[in-house]
T-cell receptor
Framework: EAAVTQSPRNKVTVTGGNVTLSCRQT?????MYWYRQDTGHGLRLIHY???????QIGDVPDGYKATRTTQEDFFLLLELASPSQTSLYFC????????????FGHGTKLSVL | AQKVTQTQTSISVVEKTTVTMDCVYE???????LFWYKQTASGEIVFLIR??????ENATVGHYSLNFQKPKSSIGLIITATQIEDSAVYFC??????????FGDGTQLVVKP
């Protein structure tokens, strides 16, 4: 079974603070995704990547940077966090070998005070 | 415009009955994938079932099946013989050719004894 690990599980920061959310997958998947989940909005795509060094812009990218350092690791960066970025963040991976289905991490709950 | 639309916010059924959840999507791609995921009370998101756009046969996995109506851009999820543990939020998702994956806002299913 594919494994996607997110860290930290919970994070509290202040407005203007820097935050890095980490995601690691151990299944050699090419594609990795960052989503945010807010009440009433389902899952919204922030950024995604199809390999180390690649970054694709999602639907709600403002205020977020991301970097894929290796095939396994995908980071989401909030350089000047704002209260509007308080949310539940999910990382996921997929590939053709997994029939295109997404494997999700357990999520990171971020609060920006 | 939203790419994936789930109009049913919440559905309540009695256990052992059949429930259908609606989903419509919008795409210009000729080839795409459609998925249903389930988010449990603990927040975990798991894959349920998938439909390839080029396949006419409706996908079936266990007590989950799909009602794929391509001309209507519709992919309904049918759960037969519902159980209490089916209570969750169900998300419809679409993967386009550029590997972007869009989610609907979800449908809350409550299965009562």
């Amino acid at each position: 079974e594919a494994a996607v690990t997110q860290s930290p599980r919970n994070k509290v920061t202040v407005t203007g603070g820097n935050v890095t959310l980490s995601c690691r997958q151990t299944n050699s998947h090419n594609y990795m995704y960052w989503y945010r989940q807010d009440t009433g909005h389902g899952l919204r795509l922030i950024h995604y990547s199809y390999g180390a060094g690649n970054l694709q812009i999602g639907d709600v990218p403002d205020g977020y940077k991301a970097t894929r350092t290796t095939q396994e690791d995908f980071f989401l960066l909030l350089e000047l966090a704002s209260p509007s970025q308080t949310s539940l963040y999910f990382c996921a991976s997929s590939d053709r070998i997994s029939n295109e289905r997404l494997f999700f991490g357990h999520g990171t709950k971020l609060s920006v005070l | 415009a939203q790419k994936v639309t789930q109009t049913q916010t919440s559905i309540s059924v009695v256990e052992k009955t059949t429930v259908t959840m609606d989903c419509v999507y919008e795409t210009r791609d000729s080839s795409y994938f459609l998925f249903w995921y389930k988010q449990t009370a603990s927040g975990e998101i798991v894959f349920l079932i998938r439909q390839d756009s080029y396949k006419k046969e409706n996908a079936t996995v266990g007590h989950y099946s799909l009602n794929f109506q391509k001309p209507k851009s519709s992919i309904g999820l049918i759960i037969t013989a519902t159980q209490i543990e089916d209570s969750a939020v169900y998300f419809c998702a679409m993967r386009e050719g550029n590997n972007r994956i869009f989610f609907g806002d979800g449908t809350q299913l409550v299965v009562k004894p």
